[in-house]
């Protein structure tokens, strides 16, 4: 019998998420909290969420906020001192003006003219961009190489020392992979806080050059998505595949991180021919 999830199954779980969100509103949230409510891994369900939900946690909790404030503005007298503490806002000015930017009124105007109307869920982005998605079996990999922390787009600078090391001490050869290992979600994390390893494979038996770190890429099955195009626009596969594909295909991930493997050198590759596989582990 196949117990992997389908679009609807993935549907329920957040709604899960949601109805806690809902009875917490008030709460700082607990985001391990929210992959247990969603039975998903938590390297994984906020991509899920943010693609089935076409939101983020973070813009989930401030529409329902304001959503709550605009009945509380039309409906009871509190001071909007009081409601927009509870909205979650530094003060006065910044809840004015993100009230303003919502609903088209000042809070003050919104409660004279005493008209509440529905917040809607947003409409999810479509992408329509289509890539090519495989089920691969894959080897386990040993790799050497450096952390970085901060912005994604960066992560260059822990490669490009990383190979020095790597090629100083005779390590790399032709079949050397580059791979990073993206540890937290760009839409949880600030982007400041967001944890990777810039990672070399290393052939069988060889030793870890010195001043470099090692990790190991699980042997499984993976969802591998090609990408083909600039590093910037990585973020578009990553949305597709939560958003589209994940919940389409069935399939559940696995309790690790994804990684990205390149298939080229962005030295001498145009950006629009870098070649780059999104692997996702899976469940099974």
């Not at 891994?41 to 899920?48: G, L, N, Q, T």
């Not at 089920?135 to 901060?150: F, N, Q, S, V």
């Amino acid at each position: 019998m196949n117990n992997a999830p389908d679009f609807q199954t993935y549907q329920q779980r957040l709604m899960r998420v949601i109805a806690y969100i809902h009875e917490h509103l008030d709460e700082e949230l607990d985001f391990a909290r929210l992959a247990e409510i969603a039975c998903l891994s938590p390297w994984h369900w906020h991509r899920i969420y943010r693609g089935i939900q076409g939101e983020t946690i973070a813009a989930t909790v401030r529409r329902l906020r304001l959503h709550r404030a605009a009945g509380e503005l039309v409906n009871s007298d509190a001071p909007v001192e009081a409601i927009a503490k509870r909205a979650g806002s530094s003060g006065v000015p910044a809840f004015t003006r993100l009230f303003k930017t919502t609903y088209g009124n000042t809070p003050a105007a919104y409660r004279k003219a005493g008209r509440h109307t529905m917040f809607d869920q947003p409409v999810p982005e479509r992408n329509h961009d289509m890539y090519d998605v495989t089920l691969r079996d894959m080897e386990e990999r040993r790799l050497a190489g450096l952390p970085h922390r901060g912005s994604y787009m960066e992560i260059d600078r822990a490669f490009g020392p990383a190979a020095g090391m790597m090629a100083a001490a005779g390590a790399l050869g032709p079949q050397t992979e580059m791979i990073g290992i993206y540890y937290d979600d760009p839409g949880l994390t600030e982007e400041k806080d967001l944890n990777a390893f810039a990672g070399l494979t290393l052939a069988d038996g060889a030793d870890v050059p010195q001043g470099l770190e090692a990790r190991v890429v699980s042997s499984g099955r993976y969802a591998v998505l090609t990408h083909k195009g600039p590093y910037a626009e990585l973020h578009k596969a990553y949305h597709w595949f939560y958003g589209s594909w994940l919940p389409a295909a069935g399939h559940e991930p696995a309790d690790a991180p994804p990684c990205e493997i390149y298939r080229n050198d962005p030295r001498d590759t145009p950006p629009a021919e870098l070649i780059t596989e999104i692997c996702v582990p899976m469940k099974g």
